[in-house]
Protein backbone atom coordinates (compact mmCIF):
# COMPACT_ATOMS: atom_id res chain seq x y z
CA UNK A 1 0.00 0.00 0.00
CA UNK A 2 2.90 1.92 0.93
CA UNK A 3 4.07 1.87 -2.54
CA UNK A 4 0.67 2.94 -4.32
CA UNK A 5 0.82 5.97 -1.81
CA UNK A 6 4.36 7.17 -2.76
CA UNK A 7 3.84 6.78 -6.40
CA UNK A 8 0.15 8.32 -6.67
CA UNK A 9 2.23 11.26 -4.57
CA UNK A 10 5.27 11.80 -6.83
CA UNK A 11 2.56 11.65 -9.55
CA UNK A 12 0.35 14.10 -8.68
CA UNK A 13 3.41 16.93 -7.67
CA UNK A 14 4.73 15.85 -11.50
CA UNK A 15 1.71 15.60 -13.40
CA UNK A 16 -1.26 16.58 -11.45
CA UNK A 17 -4.73 14.81 -10.10
CA UNK A 18 -6.29 14.59 -13.88
CA UNK A 19 -3.29 12.82 -14.90
CA UNK A 20 -3.14 10.45 -12.46
CA UNK A 21 -5.15 7.23 -13.27
CA UNK A 22 -5.03 3.65 -11.51
CA UNK A 23 -3.20 2.11 -14.52
CA UNK A 24 -0.42 4.92 -14.11
CA UNK A 25 -0.11 4.85 -9.99
CA UNK A 26 -0.21 1.00 -10.16
CA UNK A 27 2.50 1.27 -12.68
CA UNK A 28 5.05 4.23 -10.87
CA UNK A 29 4.16 1.74 -7.76
CA UNK A 30 5.08 -1.48 -9.61
CA UNK A 31 2.45 -3.56 -8.99
CA UNK A 32 -0.36 -5.00 -10.53
CA UNK A 33 -3.91 -3.45 -10.99
CA UNK A 34 -5.23 -5.71 -9.78
CA UNK A 35 -3.06 -5.49 -7.12
CA UNK A 36 -4.29 -1.57 -6.62
CA UNK A 37 -7.82 -2.68 -6.65
CA UNK A 38 -7.16 -5.03 -3.18
CA UNK A 39 -6.25 -2.05 -1.11
CA UNK A 40 -8.09 0.74 -3.10
CA UNK A 41 -11.49 1.20 -4.90
CA UNK A 42 -10.27 3.55 -7.17
CA UNK A 43 -8.51 7.09 -7.69
CA UNK A 44 -10.41 9.06 -5.19
CA UNK A 45 -9.65 6.51 -2.26
CA UNK A 46 -6.35 6.57 -2.93
CA UNK A 47 -5.69 10.16 -2.77
CA UNK A 48 -8.47 10.75 -0.07
CA UNK A 49 -5.60 8.26 1.97
CA UNK A 50 -3.01 9.81 0.40
CA UNK A 51 -4.28 13.16 2.46
CA UNK A 52 -5.21 11.09 5.62
CA UNK A 53 -1.77 9.89 6.22
CA UNK A 54 0.07 13.16 5.72
CA UNK A 55 -2.51 15.16 7.80
CA UNK A 56 -2.05 11.86 10.58
CA UNK A 57 1.33 12.76 10.40
CA UNK A 58 1.09 15.97 11.46
CA UNK A 59 -1.69 15.46 14.09
CA UNK A 60 0.12 13.49 15.47
CA UNK A 61 2.92 15.37 16.15
CA UNK A 62 0.75 18.17 16.93
CA UNK A 63 -0.56 15.97 19.78
CA UNK A 64 2.67 14.89 21.13
CA UNK A 65 3.37 18.55 21.80
CA UNK A 66 3.33 20.16 25.42
CA UNK A 67 -0.91 19.97 25.99
CA UNK A 68 -0.46 21.26 29.36
CA UNK A 69 2.37 23.79 28.98
CA UNK A 70 2.30 27.10 29.42
CA UNK A 71 0.61 28.96 26.75
CA UNK A 72 3.10 30.66 24.94
CA UNK A 73 4.81 27.24 24.54
CA UNK A 74 1.31 25.72 23.41
CA UNK A 75 1.36 28.42 20.34
CA UNK A 76 4.76 28.03 19.75
CA UNK A 77 4.08 23.95 19.30
CA UNK A 78 1.12 24.68 17.21
CA UNK A 79 2.38 27.79 14.87
CA UNK A 80 5.71 25.67 14.30
CA UNK A 81 4.18 22.16 13.95
CA UNK A 82 1.47 23.71 11.09
CA UNK A 83 4.35 25.27 9.41
CA UNK A 84 6.76 21.89 9.31
CA UNK A 85 3.98 20.30 7.73
CA UNK A 86 3.45 22.36 4.84
CA UNK A 87 6.63 23.30 4.65
CA UNK A 88 8.34 19.39 4.57
CA UNK A 89 7.15 18.62 0.61
CA UNK A 90 5.54 21.69 -0.35
CA UNK A 91 5.00 21.11 -3.58
CA UNK A 92 2.83 17.87 -2.47
CA UNK A 93 1.06 20.14 0.23
CA UNK A 94 0.58 22.46 -2.67
CA UNK A 95 -0.81 19.50 -5.12
CA UNK A 96 -2.85 18.24 -1.87
CA UNK A 97 -4.81 21.60 -1.20
CA UNK A 98 -5.32 22.43 -4.85
CA UNK A 99 -5.81 19.28 -6.82
CA UNK A 100 -7.34 16.90 -5.13
CA UNK A 101 -11.08 17.23 -4.42
CA UNK A 102 -12.17 18.51 -1.33
CA UNK A 103 -15.23 15.63 -1.13
CA UNK A 104 -13.02 12.98 -1.02
CA UNK A 105 -10.83 14.46 2.26
CA UNK A 106 -13.85 16.16 3.96
CA UNK A 107 -14.84 13.57 6.45
CA UNK A 108 -11.50 12.51 7.44
CA UNK A 109 -10.33 16.04 7.66
CA UNK A 110 -13.51 17.34 9.65
CA UNK A 111 -12.90 14.70 12.23
CA UNK A 112 -9.50 16.39 12.87
CA UNK A 113 -10.52 19.84 12.75
CA UNK A 114 -13.18 18.90 15.53
CA UNK A 115 -11.02 16.70 17.78
CA UNK A 116 -8.09 19.34 17.25
CA UNK A 117 -11.04 22.42 18.28
CA UNK A 118 -11.88 20.10 21.91
CA UNK A 119 -8.71 20.19 22.62
CA UNK A 120 -7.97 23.60 21.85
CA UNK A 121 -11.08 24.84 23.58
CA UNK A 122 -10.82 22.70 26.86
CA UNK A 123 -6.81 24.06 27.33
CA UNK A 124 -8.33 27.11 26.77
CA UNK A 125 -11.18 27.07 29.13
CA UNK A 126 -8.15 25.78 31.74
CA UNK A 127 -6.61 28.66 31.30
CA UNK A 128 -9.52 31.27 31.13
CA UNK A 129 -7.59 33.29 33.34
CA UNK A 130 -4.91 34.29 31.44
CA UNK A 131 -7.16 34.94 28.20
CA UNK A 132 -7.69 38.46 27.57
CA UNK A 133 -10.57 37.69 24.78
CA UNK A 134 -14.15 37.58 26.46
CA UNK A 135 -15.33 35.94 23.57
CA UNK A 136 -16.94 32.20 24.49
CA UNK A 137 -13.86 29.76 24.61
CA UNK A 138 -15.37 28.03 21.75
CA UNK A 139 -15.50 30.92 19.69
CA UNK A 140 -11.59 31.86 20.12
CA UNK A 141 -10.37 28.11 19.74
CA UNK A 142 -11.98 28.23 16.38
CA UNK A 143 -11.31 31.76 15.90
CA UNK A 144 -7.22 30.85 16.25
CA UNK A 145 -7.28 27.71 14.22
CA UNK A 146 -8.82 29.31 11.40
CA UNK A 147 -6.29 32.30 11.49
CA UNK A 148 -2.67 30.01 12.13
CA UNK A 149 -3.87 27.29 9.42
CA UNK A 150 -5.02 30.16 7.21
CA UNK A 151 -2.18 32.28 7.60
CA UNK A 152 0.51 29.62 7.07
CA UNK A 153 -2.02 27.92 4.04
CA UNK A 154 -1.71 32.00 2.29
CA UNK A 155 2.01 31.70 2.81
CA UNK A 156 2.54 27.88 1.78
CA UNK A 157 0.49 28.20 -1.81
CA UNK A 158 1.73 31.77 -2.45
CA UNK A 159 5.61 32.23 -0.71
CA UNK A 160 6.77 28.87 0.56
CA UNK A 161 10.21 30.32 0.35
CA UNK A 162 8.55 32.05 3.65
CA UNK A 163 8.19 28.75 5.61
CA UNK A 164 11.72 28.67 6.41
CA UNK A 165 14.07 31.19 8.13
CA UNK A 166 11.72 31.39 11.26
CA UNK A 167 10.21 34.42 10.67
CA UNK A 168 6.83 33.87 10.12
CA UNK A 169 6.83 31.43 13.32
CA UNK A 170 8.45 33.93 15.34
CA UNK A 171 5.61 36.73 14.34
CA UNK A 172 2.65 34.07 14.48
CA UNK A 173 3.85 33.25 17.80
CA UNK A 174 3.60 36.78 18.64
CA UNK A 175 0.51 37.88 16.97
CA UNK A 176 -1.58 35.09 18.30
CA UNK A 177 0.07 35.46 21.92
CA UNK A 178 -0.91 38.70 21.77
CA UNK A 179 -4.45 38.16 20.68
CA UNK A 180 -5.09 35.58 23.22
CA UNK A 181 -3.16 36.75 26.46
CA UNK A 182 -3.82 39.35 28.67
CA UNK A 183 -0.12 41.57 29.61
CA UNK A 184 0.18 39.49 32.73
CA UNK A 185 0.57 36.39 31.23
CA UNK A 186 2.90 36.80 28.36
Do not use: C
Not at 19 to 37: D, E, F, K, P
Not at 175 to 186: G, I, N
Amino acid sequence: MDAILEAAARILVERGYASASTNRIAGRAGVGIGSLYEYFPGKEAIFAELRRREMARWYAKLRAGPASGPPREVIAHIVRTQIAYASANPALYAALETEVPRAAVAQMQGTIQNDFLALSTAYLQAHRALLRPRAPVSFVAEFLARWVSSTIHGFAMHTPAALTGGHLADELIDAVARYLLSTDAK
